[in-house]
């Protein structure tokens, strides 16, 4: 008994002494982006587009999965530089949640957006795309 006494004694005041660490570290968050006069921001994303099985050639396929991650790269910008708005509905009924419902959105203009690089592979088409933001465009 009083073994275990002394155990449980020896854990605590070994666990108090030990610095707390952060269960996730600082240097893993992503870094914000900031427009600072003098400066130029480049944004730089990567846009992805399946093709769709039910085509009638390679290059109707190519096309689809090309237009597809040039749409989701201009999204991608898009949240990047104006935000994501969320709007959360919750139906309760009977003190449990019956339906969750998530919505997001983004509202924006996007100009003079270049296509870095595109690759195509296996149905796959990734589109690299990159804009260039002054500070003098907000004046």
Do not use: W
Request: hydrophobic share 45%; aromatic share 6%.
């Amino acid at each position: 008994m009083k073994y275990s006494l002394v155990l449980v004694a020896l854990l605590s005041a070994a666990s108090l002494s030990a610095a707390p660490q952060p269960m996730f570290a600082s240097s893993a968050e992503p870094q914000e982006d900031v427009l600072e006069q003098g400066r130029d921001l480049r944004i730089s994303v990567l846009g992805q587009g399946v093709s769709p099985m039910n085509t009638f050639s390679p290059a109707q396929a190519y096309a689809l999965a090309k237009r597809a991650a040039i749409a989701e790269a201009y999204r991608l910008i898009a949240e990047r530089v104006k935000g994501v708005r969320i709007d959360g509905q919750d139906l309760i009924r009977n003190m449990m949640i019956k339906r969750s419902t998530i919505r997001t959105s983004v509202q924006a203009l996007v100009r003079n957006a270049n296509i870095v690089e595109t690759t195509f592979k296996e149905g796959l088409c990734e589109v690299e795309m990159e804009i260039v933001i002054s500070h003098s465009q907000f004046k």
